[in-house]
C-alpha cells in the first residue's frame, strides 16, 4: 500500500488555517502581513505532521532550481583538492542552494567521458543560478564561450584573457612567506627544488623565491633552482645529487610536499639530519604527507576550502565586474626547519 503524503491543505486544516496561509508562511514571503503567532503555529503543525514543501514545484513555477552547477576536474577524487567541493558545497547551503557537481575529463580524446561543454549544457538545462568551473591545479585556461553567457566563476584557474571571475592562491606571496621563513631563520644557502616551468603555479612561486632574496639585496645563484619533475622520485633523485656537493645548501623550499618527502629520503640515506643538518619547507599541506613525516614537515596550506567558498559566494553576490582575487596561503609550522648548523 503507497504511503500517503501530507499535504498543504493537512497542515491548514490541522493550524485552522487557509491553504494561501500555509504557503505563504512555508515559503518564507515576506511581506505577508500574517501575524506572528499564526506563523509559529503553521510551522509547528508542519513539523508535527511531517510535511516537506514541494520545492520543485515552486522552482518551476519560479524558472529556477535553487543550485549552483560545479563543474570540476578530477577534484571529487583528489584528497589535496577536495576541499574545494566542501567550501563551495557549505557556501551554497548558507545561501539555501544545492550544489550540483559534474566530474569532468578535460581530455578530448577520450570519448567515454563526459565532455566539459556536455556537462556545462546539462546543468544550464537545470537552470542552475550559476557555474563554478574548478580545476584541479593553478592553470589559465581557455573559458567555454557558453560562460560567457551565464553567471559563472574559475575555481583555481584564470582566463588567458581575463574576461570572466576567478579565484586562486596567491603563489607568489606564500613563495616568498616560505622563503623568507627560511631566511629569518638565518639560511642563507637555499635551494629551491621547483617543478616544470611553464604553468603559473611554478613561475609565481620561483619569483617568489628569487624575490624574497632580493628584499634582502642577496643574490639567487643559478644552482640554486633546480627544475624536475613533481614527483617523489624525481625530487629523491635531484635531492641525492645536490646534498653531496662540496658546498651543499642548509635548506631546501620544495614546490610541493611530495617533493619534500623525495628530499627527506635523500637525506636519510646520506646521513643528514633534519633539521639539524638540513631544513626543509614544502608546500600544499598534504595531509597524508605533512603531518606524517618525522619531523613533521613546515608548509604552505593552500586555500582549497575557502576559495571553494568564495567562489559560490562572489557568485551570489550580484556583483557582475571581472574580479581575480588570489587568496592567502596558511604557513603551517612544524619541525622541519631550524638555524644552519655551524
Not at 631546501?252 to 623525495?262: H, I, K, L, V
Not at 603551517?332 to 655551524?342: D, K, L, N, Q, T
Request: proline share 5%.
Amino acid at each position: 500500500m503507497a504511503i500517503r503524503r501530507t499535504t498543504m491543505q493537512d497542515v491548514a486544516d490541522a493550524a485552522g488555517v487557509s491553504q494561501a496561509t500555509v504557503s505563504l508562511v512555508l515559503n518564507d514571503v515576506v511581506g505577508s502581513g500574517i501575524a506572528e503567532a499564526t506563523k509559529v503555529r503553521v510551522r509547528a503543525e508542519a513539523e508535527r505532521l511531517g510535511y516537506r514543501n514541494n520545492r520543485l514545484a515552486r522552482n518551476l513555477k519560479l524558472q529556477t532550481s535553487d543550485s549552483i552547477g560545479f563543474v570540476s576536474e578530477h577534484i571529487t577524487t583528489s584528497p589535496l583538492a577536495v576541499g574545494m567541493v566542501q567550501g563551495a558545497q557549505d557556501a551554497a547551503r548558507a545561501a539555501g542552494k544545492y550544489l550540483l557537481i559534474e566530474n569532468v575529463d578535460f581530455d578530448p580524446d577520450e570519448p567515454h567521458v563526459v565532455s566539459e561543454q556536455r556537462a556545462i549544457d546539462d546543468l544550464l538545462e537545470r537552470q542552475v543560478d550559476g557555474i563554478v568551473f574548478a580545476s584541479m591545479y593553478h592553470r589559465v585556461v581557455e573559458v567555454p564561450a557558453v560562460l560567457h553567457e551565464t553567471n559563472s566563476i574559475l575555481l583555481d584557474a584564470r582566463a588567458l584573457d581575463a574576461s570572466i571571475s576567478s579565484v586562486v592562491p596567491d603563489e607568489y606571496v606564500a613563495a616568498a612567506q616560505a622563503t623568507s621563513y627560511l631566511l629569518d631563520a638565518g639560511h642563507r644557502s637555499i635551494v629551491h627544488l621547483t617543478g616544470p616551468l611553464g604553468p603559473p603555479a611554478s613561475n609565481l612561486r620561483r619569483s617568489g623565491f628569487m624575490d624574497a632574496f632580493a628584499q634582502l639585496d642577496l643574490d639567487v645563484e643559478p644552482a640554486s633552482i633546480i627544475e624536475c619533475e613533481a614527483n617523489t622520485p624525481s625530487a629523491f633523485e635531484a635531492a641525492l645529487e645536490v646534498l653531496q656537493r662540496a658546498d651543499r645548501p642548509t635548506s631546501m623550499f620544495c614546490f610541493n610536499d611530495e617533493m619534500a618527502w623525495g628530499v627527506y629520503q635523500a637525506a636519510f640515506d646520506l646521513g643528514l639530519a633534519i633539521p639539524e643538518d638540513l631544513s626543509v619547507v614544502g608546500f600544499d599541506d598534504m595531509s597524508l604527507i605533512a603531518p606524517v613525516l618525522r619531523p613533521g614537515l613546515t608548509t604552505m596550506r593552500l586555500p582549497h576550502y575557502e576559495m571553494g567558498r568564495w567562489a559560490v559566494e562572489h557568485l551570489l553576490s550580484g556583483d557582475n565586474s571581472v574580479i581575480e582575487h588570489a587568496m592567502e596561503c596558511q604557513l603551517i609550522e612544524r619541525g622541519s626547519v631550524a638555524a644552519p648548523s655551524s
